[in-house]
């Protein structure tokens, strides 16, 4: 199996495209909530708050990962705007 590698091209390599897509999001989920849980212990005093900035980090996480990982397997960004214009 080994000597096969070379014969799938990069844009067809569904394993390569799911361990960075993988990759990408399981980085981005625990780095934004990080920053969710720093923000919310330097701004916020009650954990009803702490905690929600914490679920607000690790969905803009997950969210720019999805946008990310779409690009990756379908290899174009979503339209500027919903009429067509750029």
Partial sequence: MAENKG?????YDV??????????TVRRFVYSSFAGA??????????VT????????AGVGIGS???DCSRIFY????????????
Avoid: H, I
């Fill in 7 to 11: 014969l799938v091209p990069e844009k």
């Fill in 15 to 24: 394993n390569a495209k799911w361990d960075a897509c993988l990759d990408l």
């Fill in 50 to 57: 702490r905690w929600a900035s914490v679920a607000l980090g």
């Fill in 75 to 86: 290899g174009y960004d979503a339209p500027a705007s919903q009429d067509g214009k750029q």
């Fill in 65 to 67: 990962a999805y946008t």
């Fill in 38 to 47: 720093f923000g919310g212990l330097l701004f916020f005093r009650s954990p």
